[in-house]
């Protein structure tokens, strides 16, 4: 008699066991099928980041286009490892945004690109003074950050 409660216990314990591991697959219902692979989720990105131009004058505007980072999702932009704004990648992880130098001191600056800390991509700018000023390419987009942190104030007339 107790030899078959047990199997009772066990078998139960191992149908629970199956149910309750479907529930995990509970947030991927909307998903495409196509989106599901195991990069995803095992949380595995390569992500690139590169830049138009890598030095130029101060006053200068780069262009910053980021790739292979995981889709829709908030990335922040960091600036000698300072943050200096954010940017939403698309559904295909790319992200672009711009970088104005206005008021930056010549000298190397790193400027990364990171969603949580398993993605993220990092490329190096430098100022050079006797540098031509370097703008973005037409068609270039996605907000625009500075080196140095910028207070913009309202212009009150009367």
Do not use: C
Not at 8 to 35: E, H, K, Q, Y
Not at 80 to 92: I, Y
Request: proline share 9%; net charge neutral.
């Amino acid at each position: 008699m107790k030899q078959e409660q047990r199997m009772i216990l066990l078998r139960t314990g191992l149908v629970l066991a199956i149910l309750l591991s479907g529930v995990a697959l509970i947030p991927f219902i909307d998903m495409p099928v196509a989106a599901i692979n195991w990069e995803r989720l095992a949380g595995i990105y390569n992500p690139v980041l590169t830049v138009n131009a890598t030095s130029g004058a101060p006053g200068s505007i780069f262009a910053f286009t980021g790739s292979g980072y995981p889709p829709n999702r908030r990335a922040t932009i960091f600036v000698n490892g300072e943050s200096r704004g954010h940017v939403f990648t698309n559904g295909a992880g790319g992200a672009g945004f711009l970088l104005n130098t206005t008021g930056a001191e010549p000298g190397h600056y790193n400027v990364a690109l990171e969603v949580d800390i398993n993605a993220s991509a990092a490329v190096g700018i430098d100022l050079v003074p006797s540098d031509p000023v370097v703008f973005p390419p037409a068609g270039s987009g996605g907000p625009t950050v500075f080196v140095n942190p910028t207070l913009f104030l309202p212009i009150i007339g009367k």
